[in-house]
């Protein structure tokens, strides 16, 4: 521990928001990818100068910062460095909704699911939706730009930013863009800050975009006998120019998964034709005629196959149609106690030649491979599930996870669609860009934050996951 740096944290801000104690560094040591590394102090600023006071001096000392939201991100993003301080900005709550001008002003530490709800009192809606949005902080969102299911036709958290202020790595305050619609004034810096992962500057405040709730919304769940005609009929989907708002693809071995969970006690007995092989579940929202006009042309496409669906738009029912979907995840855990929960993205015409690039992985690691994905933004979540107390089990995920992500790029895909680099996709950065692309990020890097101090050693420097050990520990989003 430096304790010149923390002699001077504790002249420059209240004793109280300082916590050294171990079990506040334990809970601050790690994010949702469970690798723990214990930093020497968890700070709590009250507000933006002491924030500034405290970045001053970790710029002085050289102390590692990481920035802090719910701890949700995946990847180790928000693990510190030994020794280094955690900012957690998750009491920072502050969010005012101005329903005519269709905005929210919110600080970082506001949940994604509060900023939705405030928006709904107004009749407006933010469209960011990822799976864990009940905890993940609009800080965290931004800074790995997150997705979710909606991605299909909303889009991404960067889709929904007019504005962000913030400090950089010295303390400085700086604002870019504004509560305006249009804003080309200089480099958007603004973009850049999005999706770096706490490296470029900490972000205090943003300005979103709201969107009107939509009127009206049907939900359907088809059933396929193989995946590849389900990904045939994603993309007549897209061919027809429909813009569902949800277009969710499960492959058989998800929806296996399911099958044998207790889960599946819930279902009616409706249900249980779309349990014996690949489905996808579909969602139309807008105006009513919009959504009558594109449910009708999905009828004709399906119709055409003589596939099986089920369509409501009762909100209870539709509940049910989502079932699967919502229960296969922690479903998968009956085929390996780990999850190597991946990402990727691929075109559209690329997304058939994926399931052989799954299938092969299946059979050179002899390990389970469930995929479902938001197909129309062609990202899949491919889950290589494994047992790593089991030394070969390991080794097979570690081979499996090269083979997929050489893969991928090969198909003219990304390494990451939402969850980010970190540590745990860094070792596959230099596979998507080339030498001189890394060394124009790095040297960014270094230009917004000279002395190396905003979350170091993410994205750039190859971390070997499979040398660490995994904390066991319950997070709260964990069923
Ligand atoms: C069950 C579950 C489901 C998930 N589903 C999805 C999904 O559907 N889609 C998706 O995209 N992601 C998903 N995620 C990943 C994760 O929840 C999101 O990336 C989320 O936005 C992270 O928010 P957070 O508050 O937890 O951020 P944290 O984990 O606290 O931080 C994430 C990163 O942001 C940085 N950071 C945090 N706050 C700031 C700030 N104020 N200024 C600068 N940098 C900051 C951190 O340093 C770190 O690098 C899921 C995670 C879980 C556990």
Redesign the pocket.
């Known amino acids: 521990m430096n304790e010149d740096a923390l002699k001077a944290l504790q002249a420059a801000i209240p004793a109280e928001h300082i916590r050294t104690d171990d079990a506040e560094r334990y809970r601050a040591s790690m ?2 990818m469970r690798f723990s590394r214990l930093p020497s102090a968890v700070i709590h600023p009250a507000e933006e100068d002491e924030l500034a006071a405290v970045l001053k001096i970790a710029n002085q000392y050289l102390i590692p910062i ?10 180790g ?2 693990t510190p460095e030994v020794d280094g301080w955690v ?1 957690d ?2 009491s ?1 709550k502050n969010l005012h909704i101005d329903a005519g001008a269709m905005m929210a002003f919110v600080q ?2 506001v ?2 699911q509060a900023i939705d709800d405030a928006a709904r009192e107004h009749g407006l809606f933010f469209p ?6 009940k ?15 909606r991605g299909a036709k909303y889009g ?2 960067r889709d929904y930013v007019f504005g962000l202020e ?1 400090l950089m790595a010295n303390g400085e305050f700086v604002k870019w863009g504004a509560n305006l619609r249009k804003y080309v004034s200089g480099y958007n810096i603004r973009d850049l ?1 999005i999706g ?9 405040g943003a300005v979103l975009k709201l969107l009107p709730t939509p009127a009206s919304r049907v939900t359907l769940l088809a059933a396929f006998s193989d995946e590849r005609s389900a990904l045939e009929t994603v993309r007549k989907i897209l061919e027809a120019r429909l813009t569902p708002a949800i277009l969710e693809f499960l492959d058989s071995e998800t929806v296996e998964c399911f099958r044998r969970s207790e889960r599946v006690d819930e279902l009616p007995d409706w249900m249980r034709a779309f349990l014996d092989g690949p489905v996808l579940l579909i969602e139309f929202d807008g105006h009513q005629a919009e959504v009558d006009e594109s449910f009708a042309t999905l009828r004709e496409i399906l119709g055409a196959q003589k596939i099986h669906f089920k369509s409501t738009t009762d909100e209870d029912e539709a509940e049910v149609l989502w079932t699967i979907r919502r229960g296969s ?1 922690k479903a998968m855990f009956q085929l390996g106690n780990t999850k190597l929960n991946e ?1 990727i993205v691929v075109p559209l015409e690329a997304q058939i030649p994926l399931l052989g690039v799954i299938e092969k992985l299946r059979q050179s690691t002899g390990l389970p491979c469930p995929t479902f994905g938001h197909a129309a933004d062609g990202n899949f979540h491919v889950h290589i599930m494994y047992n790593r107390e089991d030394q070969a089990s390991c080794e097979k995920a570690k081979k499996g996870i090269n083979e997929l992500m050489q893969a991928v790029v090969e198909l003219g895909g990304v390494i990451t ?4 680099v ?1 540590l745990a996709k860094s070792p596959f950065l230099r596979l998507q860009h080339s030498a001189f692309e890394v060394d124009l990020m790095q040297r960014l890097k270094l230009l917004f934050d000279p002395n190396n101090i ?2 170091p050693g ?1 994205m750039f420097e190859p971390f070997e996951v499979w040398e660490h050990p995994r904390e066991e520990v319950k ?1 709260p ?2 069923h």
């Open positions: 994010d949702n990481t920035a802090r939201g719910a701890g949700s991100a995946t990847t993003a928000t900012i900005l998750s920072w970082p530490g949940t994604i960011p939706d990822p799976g864990s949005k905890f993940a902080t609009i800080g965290g969102a931004l800074a790995c730009n997150a997705g979710g299911l991404v958290t913030g800050w770096s992962e706490g490296t470029l500057g900490i972000i205090t995840s990402d669609g939402e969850h980010g970190g905003l979350n993410k997070m989003w964990d």
